[in-house]
């Protein structure tokens, strides 16, 4: 049976109190929080003095072909590395790109003024695992693959790789199929040599897969490391006939009269007929593979095929053709049962509705079960796409007004704050997309968006639309609700700057300058911490969420990866991930520029835990590069501080005037 959830998707306010009772008594206006408003407004950020190496750590493992050195030295006096003469700026700061070796790494950093100062940091650079040569006789059992129990179905590709002797042969045997590998060297060699008609020249075993798939499959092996020559690889299609369930791949050696063999730890079972499971978290995460992009999560009591599964990873038909994955801890099987059967997941759709809510207008589409959606969001044309899988058109009527669709669902309308004047909502029309695909167009007024979000009210889908918030005309942003968010905290400093000085305390120090200027300027300010502390980024989406925030603004500063130079690579970012936060990005980051002065890197989408939430416009902004010396000996300036949170507001005003 499918529980019933809340009709706003936002978790119970008592609960979500109690979990963040610090934070959200830390974030109230009153005598306490301008004390520490204050303190943070007039601190002045330090860090050491003298030689100092702020990164890499003694005894750090670093595994790319470079690093970075950052410090400071006393202003003014030489510094070298590793005897080479180093640039300091005015405070002293220093930058340095060293290359490493293989192994351990000695970086000598000396400082000269009077007496003489030096520190010694050892890094390693752990070397690669040498190749297993034709002397020896071995399979590397560590490096077969696949070693994740995996659920496959008629059609599916699996990749068989090792490491071994070269000069063998190897093949793969499992549930009574022989799968001959190759080396590696030869399929390379194979996929780039062509004979007449522009078939590959040099034959490689085909698994029982046409020469047209085999040509298109040959592309993973492009990303095999060039000089692999104890690399095996090799690849099966799963065919109609096979039926094997736990079944491990046995990897099988030989070389004149010897043989070895070794199975994976996989285990690979065939599902022919798929299982029905039901979502169990308000929010569940959906990707498109395992560990990679994101899709427009599910609300709980979404009933999914499962026909295949990654290890821990489920695979979910949405319908033809539309896969999706879903952590098993983000499921449960009906009746506990993994092989039990009920009704598939499909509903007809008889109607589509308009209501209201205290956070916009609301779309309701009701079904007789939850079922499986994404939302697709475009700015031109202003519209919501929503596509529901298992939705079969039976639709008689499509209301464009107002009105209550469901019990309780238009009870909100006409209170006070929620007018019964123009939402967002111009009008809606639907159309049966593809045989299992029911897709409902939303065309919205003007020309931005403020967030929306979709949950269940029994079996009826609701997609809500924020309404624009009551701005007032002019410079004030009166009727403005922002969620200001310093980023790390706590045990998570962020990046580390040439003194020392950790990147969460530049963030805590910007984001409460900036909460001055908004309020001063009449907009209510939520800050998700104002002190050291450490909150989860979840935590500090739902804080914003439960306090019906318009924006969020994430307040970082930057690094880079080691290998990379930050005396050439650094700046002023800002990202988003939703098409409706892409504008508010620019205008932050053009404004950033414009009156810091720092390079441009310009507005980006990214993946973020703090820029994917949909139901209110998310950015996060990279103010500086903590690691650049002059970046960082700016960030460290009040003054500047203050001219970063000018910006930002300055920024925004220019966005809410378009």
Avoid at 442 to 455: E, K, M, N, P, V
Wanted: hydrophobic share 35%; with cysteine.
């Amino acid at each position: 049976m499918i529980s019933r959830i809340s009709k706003h998707s936002l978790a119970s306010l008592s609960i979500l109190t109690m979990m963040l009772q610090p934070q959200v008594v830390l974030a109230q206006t009153g005598p306490a929080q301008n004390q520490v408003q204050n303190l943070a407004q007039d601190q002045v950020l330090k860090g050491a003095e003298g030689l100092y190496v702020a990164y890499p750590k003694n005894g750090s493992k670093i595994g790319s072909r470079a690093t970075f050195i950052i410090g400071t030295a006393t202003p003014g006096a030489p510094v070298k590395i590793n005897g080479e003469p180093v640039k300091t700026n005015k405070s002293g700061f220093f930058a340095r790109v060293i290359p490493l070796s293989y192994g351990s790494n000695n970086i000598r950093v000396t400082q000269e003024n009077g007496e003489a100062k030096e520190q010694i940091v050892t890094v390693e650079r752990p070397s690669p695992r040498p190749p297993i040569s034709a002397a020896q006789w071995k399979i590397d059992q560590a490096s077969i693959e696949p070693r994740i129990n995996q659920g496959l179905s008629v059609g599916d590709l699996i990749l068989f790789r090792a490491h071994a002797t070269p000069g063998g042969t190897m093949t793969v045997s499992m549930a009574g199929k022989t799968i001959p590998l190759s080396p590696a060297e030869q399929v390379r060699s194979a996929r780039s040599s062509k004979g007449k008609n522009g078939k590959q020249a040099v034959k490689t075993p085909a698994s029982d897969v046409n020469f047209g798939l085999a040509v298109a499959y040959g592309k993973v092996f492009q990303q095999i490391p060039r000089g692999a020559s104890d690399l095996y690889v090799g690849y099966y299609k799963v065919q109609p006939t096979d039926v094997f369930r736990d079944a491990h791949p046995r990897f099988t050696l030989k070389k004149d009269t010897r043989a070895l063999a070794y199975d994976s730890p996989a285990r690979l079972t065939v599902v022919h007929q798929p299982y029905v499971a039901q979502t169990v978290n308000p929010e569940t995460v959906v990707r498109v593979s395992p560990g990679k992009a994101r899709l427009t999560p599910l609300p709980q009591g979404v009933r999914l095929f499962i026909d295949g599964w990654q290890g821990t990873d489920f695979r979910c038909l949405y319908g033809q053709n539309k896969h999706v994955f879903v952590d098993t801890k983000d499921l449960i099987f009906e009746r506990g049962n993994m092989v039990a059967s009920g009704p598939p997941p499909q509903s007809p759709v008889q109607t589509i509705n308009i209501s209201r809510d205290l956070y916009g207008d609301a779309v309701v589409v009701p079904l007789n079960q939850r079922l499986p959606m994404e939302v697709e969001q475009s700015m031109s044309p202003n519209k919501l796409t929503l596509r529901i899988f298992g939705a079969v058109a039976d639709t008689d009527f499509a209301s464009q007004q107002y009105q209550e669709a469901f019990e309780g669902a238009g009870e909100e309308a006409g209170r006070e704050g929620n007018p019964k004047g123009e939402g967002p909502v111009e009008g809606i029309s639907w159309k049966q997309k593809s045989d299992d695909v029911y897709e409902v167009e939303i065309r919205l007024r003007g020309s931005r968006q403020w967030g929306y979000y979709c949950d269940y009210v029994g079996s009826n889908l609701v997609l809500h639309v924020r309404r624009p918030p009551p701005l007032t005309p002019g410079e004030s942003l009166a009727g403005l609700k922002i969620c200001v968010d310093p980023g790390h905290g706590g045990p998570q400093p962020g990046a580390t700057g040439c003194s020392g000085v950790t990147e969460k305390q530049v963030n805590l120090a910007i984001a409460i300058k900036l909460k001055r200027l908004l309020e001063a300027s009449g907009a209510t300010v939520i800050m998700t911490r104002v002190d050291d502390r450490d909150i989860d980024l979840y935590d500090r989406v739902r804080l914003a969420r439960s306090a019906n925030c318009d924006i969020l603004l994430s307040v970082h500063n930057n690094s880079l990866p080691d290998g990379r130079d930050p005396n050439k690579e650094h700046g002023t970012s800002a990202y988003f991930y939703n098409p409706q936060a892409k504008e508010l990005a620019r205008r932050l980051n053009d404004s950033l520029v414009a009156n810091l002065g720092f390079p441009n890197i310009g507005a980006r989408y990214q993946n973020l835990a703090l820029t994917r939430p949909t139901a209110l416009v998310s950015v996060l902004v990279e103010i500086g590069f903590m690691i650049n010396p002059d970046e960082y000996e700016k960030l460290l300036d009040p003054e500047v501080e203050q001219k970063a949170a000018q910006a930002l507001l300055a920024g925004l005003k220019a966005y809410l005037r378009e």
